[in-house]
């Protein structure tokens, strides 16, 4: 998934006989490389966001989305730290979605900065390298996160717990979030690995992003923006389509189950002169208890499955605009996409707290601050209570 803000053309061209390659290696803090030759050209000069007022509105947008998520997603990674209950296979990857939604806001006020600068980029070129490598990567470990966390949810629903069980160990789940990481991770890389692009300033829309220097550097955008991005979301779709399908399978069967049992019949539990019946009541006492037990259950993780794909349609409807945009030209819109694009790395934070029951009591215990009311206290909780860290000590409740 392509991230940047570069839509120049694929291939430099200059007046002398060479026509050197753009790397990363290349930028350096005095020369701002640009992304075509022809943006120096009278002759039919390409788009700039050099409307300053624009400008401004555009990096009031991205420091707003910054602090919000620095807010949110911090108290997301806090309220697995402090509590137990939440420390799930899932949410495993929630927390590392988190993780990439913090370091994507972290370097947000960057883009904000190169945006305000009235005579080119105020900082050193090498920190919108660093800014751009950042964020492809982390909205590239945002893009796996969700599909993990949908093959998870599948797994959970569909398969028996003996099998979720054996794969999402806590050895495997640290396999897991390390390829979730070093996958985006590479691809980001490859443009430089291969010699066809870099990150640096992007003139153009003043702001951090990636840099072309060849035509292979458009095919690699096509293939990452075009193929591996939807091939991703499908992944993601079908399995919440799977879910979809299994529940109401299941649903449906437990409403014939349920009719049959209301159908009048002989009662189960009458007495037949002889101290058994007491063990025949009880038996069907605790069938209706397990069923009711199963039936709670079913409920609860329906509706933390719900409250996930609620997370994947925000990505997709924040995401998928300047996706699109990004890989068909120059467009006045594309910086406001991009201010929606990073707004997605705020919102899960809004979801969990409104949405997933356990977190949203946290959060409410966090914030009062009543930490000491927080459930299923952890080990490191323990540490921050004993040490009276953070109004952690027991009069906090």
Known sequence: ?????????????????????????????????????????????????????????????????????????????????????????????????????????????????????????????????????????????????????GLNRLLLITRPRTTYYKIYTPKKIVVWLVLVWLIPLFITLLPSLMNIGGFTYNKKYHTCGSTTSQTSSHIYNIIVGGVVYPILLIIIIACYLLIWRHLKHHTKKMANAQQIEATPSIPSTISMGYTGSDDMKLSHVNQKSLKADNSQLGRRQSAITKNMFFVVCAFMLCVTPYAVVAMYGDSPARPYLFALFFFNSCVNPIIYGTKHRDFKAIFRYILRPQWANIPEPSGFFKVLRRSKCCWVSDQSG
């Not at 803090?29 to 075509?36: E, M």
């Not at 730290?81 to 799930?88: E, F, P």
Request: include cysteine; glycine fraction near 6%; charge should be negative.
């Open 1 to 149: 998934m392509d991230v940047t803000t570069d839509m120049g053309t694929d291939k430099l061209t200059f007046n002398s006989t060479e026509n050197p390659s753009l790397n990363f290696n290349d930028v350096g803090a005095g020369s701002l490389p640009t992304d075509n030759a022809a943006f120096n050209s009278t002759k039919n000069p390409p788009f700039e966001f050099s409307d300053y007022t624009q400008r401004v509105i555009v990096a009031t947008l991205f420091l707003s989305v910054a602090v919000l998520g620095i807010f949110g997603n911090t108290l997301v990674i806090l309220a697995v730290l402090l509590s137990r209950k939440v420390r799930t296979a899932t949410n495993a990857f929630v927390v590392n979605l988190s993780v990439a939604d913090l370091l994507t806001c972290l370097v947000i006020p960057w883009n904000a900065v190169a945006l305000l600068g009235r005579e080119g980029l105020p900082v050193g070129v090498w920190v919108c390298s660093v800014t751009a490598v950042v964020q492809n990567a982390a909205v590239g470990c945002s893009v796996f996160s969700l599909v993990f966390i």
